[in-house]
């Protein structure tokens, strides 16, 4: 295992060679645990980061969420096999009574089908979850549910939901008194107690690639389960993780969630309609990652202009928890660093890397381009030199501000995968093209772990 004072350097070194302004890490094997910071939490006040700083975890609470409602279901209070109707009997999608094979289990694994990026605010109070799922009527589904696998913000809020009237209290309460004390987090669980945090703030890239303050600090209450608002240090985020290292111990040995539930909720439900070198699909609520040496599961985590990352190693009894405070650019890339470091310095690992570009390859453009929705983006993707460019220009977020397009150059990996170069920032992913009809056009662009649908031409 990496010395301390190997793992500060380590941290500084990535945080500085990929422009990170502000970047916090822990790093763990057994009881023994690494923690180290660097840079500023908001480039405005240039207030330092030190590790007790908080971050907001941005998706990484979906496996909060996915925790307490198996504790639920431990209780025998919840059947991850019935349909969500049964336990909010008056949800409606496509303005329709749920349909029943939107299951509990569905929900947890990202195949329900419904629509899934909707950050609608409902407001400040503890009615915001409530009000949040009445508005779901609004939303449609993408495809039949337990078909694919699409990522899925709106169905995490609807199991806070379920939280909510199962334990009669609301979803962050719950999550205080289920989760956050017994394991000893301190966390920033009320958005409006920042001030007694040393809490950092997004930053966003401009068009020319300057870092600004997000437009907005925090996202709508009501998407809170989904990750919306929780912030902690990596060091309390690592104890989240012992938790399920320990298959549902809690520090002073209360049993917090069955052995058996723990083990299967890192068990592979479903897995992703393409193969975009990352997770090989989701459990229930983690990301799986089978193909790994050691077998790993985790999480990343996105708000606006903050990004976080979990990976835990259940095989190894080690977790890595990289928390950053920018949203694009370089973040991916520190992390990533700190990671294979600190997972190599265990022993011989196996994390695989993004494939190469194949530039000789040809592109029949008429298979690809068109312009693909979310619910919350519109990408147009069209021919550019042998290739493809992409712009993806958001749409119904009031809620989140005024976030600038992204434009992508893609570059063919083979016949249905691109590598995606997110210009001017410098970051890439790997984008496919699935579901071709007889033409030949593909009918969605998984992108981001999202199912984009072709709508035109």
């Not at 479903?270 to 990652?289: H, N, T």
Request: aromatic share 8%.
């Amino acid at each position: 295992m990496l010395s301390a004072d190997a793992f500060a350097d380590l941290v500084a070194d990535a945080a500085k060679k990929h422009g990170v302004p502000g970047l916090s890490a822990a790093f763990m094997r057994g009881d023994e645990v690494r923690s180290a910071s660097n840079g500023v939490l908001n480039l405005r006040t240039q207030v330092e980061v030190t590790d007790e700083s908080v971050f907001q975890i941005g998706s990484i609470t979906k496996v909060f969420t996915g925790t307490l409602v198996m504790q639920l279901v431990d209780e025998g209070r919840v059947d991850p096999d019935a349909p969500i109707r049964r336990y909010l009997p008056d949800l409606r999608i496509a303005d329709a009574p749920v349909d029943d094979a939107v299951t509990v289990r569905r929900l947890l694994a990202h195949s329900s089908g419904i629509v899934g990026d909707f950050f609608a605010d409902t407001g400040r109070n503890d009615d915001a979850t409530a009000l949040y799922v009445e508005r779901c009527s609004e939303l449609r589904y993408l495809t039949e549910p337990g078909r694919f696998f699409s990522y899925c913000n709106s169905g995490f809020n609807i199991l806070g939901r379920l939280i909510e009237v199962i334990s009669g209290t609301t979803w962050a309460k719950r999550l205080q008194e289920a989760l956050l004390d017994p394991l000893e987090i301190d966390a920033l669980n009320d958005a409006e107690e920042a001030l007694r945090f040393r809490a950092a703030v997004g930053h966003v890239l401009d068009d020319d690639g300057t870092l600004r303050l997000t437009p907005t600090c925090w996202l709508p209450r009501g998407t809170e389960a989904a990750g919306a608002r929780l912030a902690m240090s990596p060091r309390a985020l690592l104890a989240f993780a012992r938790l399920h290292l320990r298959d549902g111990v809690a520090p002073d040995g209360r049993r917090l969630l069955a052995a058996e539930t723990a083990r299967a909720m890192r068990d592979l439900e479903v897995p992703l309609p393409a193969d975009i070198a990352g997770p090989d699909g989701y459990g229930l609520s983690w990301q799986v990652y089978d193909s790994w040496r050691p077998k790993t599961v985790g999480h990343d985590g996105a708000t606006i202009g903050q990004a976080a990352y979990l990976r835990v190693l259940p095989e190894w009894n080690a977790a890595v928890a990289v928390l950053t405070n920018a949203g694009s650019g370089g973040t991916a890339k520190a992390f990533d660093a700190i990671l294979r470091a600190s997972v190599g310095s265990l022993g011989e690992a196996h994390i695989p890397v993004k494939p190469d570009a194949t530039p000789a390859l040809p592109v029949d453009a008429a298979r690809f381009a068109g312009t693909y929705e979310t619910y919350m983006s519109r990408i147009v993707v069209t021919p550019s030199n042998g290739t493809l460019r992409a712009t993806v220009t958001q749409r119904n977020n009031d809620s989140l501000g005024d976030l600038p397009d992204h434009h992508l150059v893609l570059r063919p990996i083979d016949d249905h995968r691109f590598l995606a170069e997110d210009q001017p920032y410098g970051s890439t992913s790997v984008v496919g093209f699935t579901e071709f009809d007889r033409n030949g056009k593909a009918r969605f662009l998984f992108t981001g772990f999202r199912l984009a649908e072709r709508t035109s031409p």
